[in-house]
């Protein structure tokens, strides 16, 4: 598959998506050859960066993956060009980036007394995307490759996207320079290419800020991984980019799915908001036991909490799912 720019352009450097353990993972074919292939390796290692960020993915490892590289069996450890876990919603300049994955495959798997080295082979990046599952690869493919849908849902989530990323940035600092691996800063984004997803990981970013160890962490299930889930407490987190009808309907169809399809205790499921919902959306929630988080501004989310009986009801139904 090939990368289009935010140009209409089709770039020049194949690429595939596939499932690897538990996780996904990007190959990015080699260039060289006469005449050369993929002659775009670079413009498009950028792209998939960019995009990959866009979705809030986190990069576990990046190898060199080349058929010299299998055929000598070379370990991981002897390969490895990236360690992990990376969050590219955390690494301000993804040129920098994209520059050191390129210099460090120089001397992997160079033969002995050649000077230089090859920065353009084939590589593998593994990937833990929000929303893809490893049976996904084949959609993550295709969303990389440019393929965005248009329609008035997707305007409405580009809208929400960008308000909510303004003001995120304007109330604080959400992404330390230090929690990344690189530490240049001369990256920029132009508002129209803001992509969904990325506003909801810095909101839930920006929650986490505000917990005590409550040992947070995303969870896999069979459905997909959980935004977020608090293993203290035993509650599944999913977050939102919008308030309106539409995002709290998703939230509470997410969290009733996780509820039944994950296989740890889950004694709560809560939708995380950038505003307060309407009252008969936030009713909506509460009648399915769902507890409402919504952020108000700085480090300051506010928690309007199910009644507990009907939290106990959906629990029971939760049970019941579970043991058919």
């Not at 509820?259 to 008969?280: G, H």
């Not at 909506?284 to 909490?305: K, Q, S």
Request: net charge neutral; aromatic share 4%.
């Amino acid at each position: 598959m090939r990368l289009t720019d935010n140009q209409g352009s089709r770039l020049d450097a194949e690429y595939s998506a596939e499932p690897d353990g538990d996780h996904l993972a990007i190959i990015l074919e080699s260039q060289g050859g006469v005449p050369r292939r993929n002659r775009h390796y670079r413009e498009a290692l950028l792209l998939l960066l960019h995009r990959l960020q866009d979705l809030g993915a986190l990069i576990e490892v990046a190898l060199v993956d080349s058929r010299v590289t299998q055929r000598n069996n070379i370990p991981e450890s002897e390969r490895t060009i990236l360690a992990g876990p990376v969050p590219l919603v955390g690494v301000p300049d993804l040129g920098a980036l994209r520059r050191r994955l390129t210099t460090r495959q120089t001397t992997i798997a160079q033969r002995p007394g050649v000077r230089g080295g090859n920065s353009t082979k084939r590589v593998r990046i593994r990937l833990t995307v929000p929303g893809y599952s490893p049976a996904d690869a084949g959609r993550l493919a295709a969303d990389l490759a440019g393929m965005r849908p248009e329609s008035k849902e997707a305007g409405q989530d580009e809208k929400a996207e960008a308000e909510l990323l303004d003001a995120l940035r304007s109330a604080v600092e959400i992404v330390a320079a230090e929690k990344a691996n690189v530490t240049e800063t001369e990256y920029e984004r132009a508002a129209s290419t803001v992509k969904v997803r990325r506003a909801e990981t810095m909101l839930v970013g920006l929650y986490r800020q505000t917990l005590a160890d409550k040992g947070e962490h995303r969870l896999r299930s069979a459905v997909g991984h959980t935004d977020l889930y608090l293993s203290e407490d035993g509650t599944i987190v999913e977050a939102k980019r919008g308030a309106d009808h539409r995002y709290v309907r998703e939230a509470l169809g997410q969290l009733l799915d996780y509820a039944v399809n994950v296989t740890v205790p889950v004694t709560s499921l809560a939708a995380l908001l950038p505003a307060r919902p309407s009252d008969p959306d936030l009713g909506l929630l509460h009648t399915y036991g769902i507890d409402c988080i919504y952020w108000d501004g700085g480090l300051t989310f506010r928690t309007e909490p199910a009644p507990a009986e009907a939290r106990a009801v959906m629990q029971r139904l939760w049970v019941v799912v579970l043991e058919r």
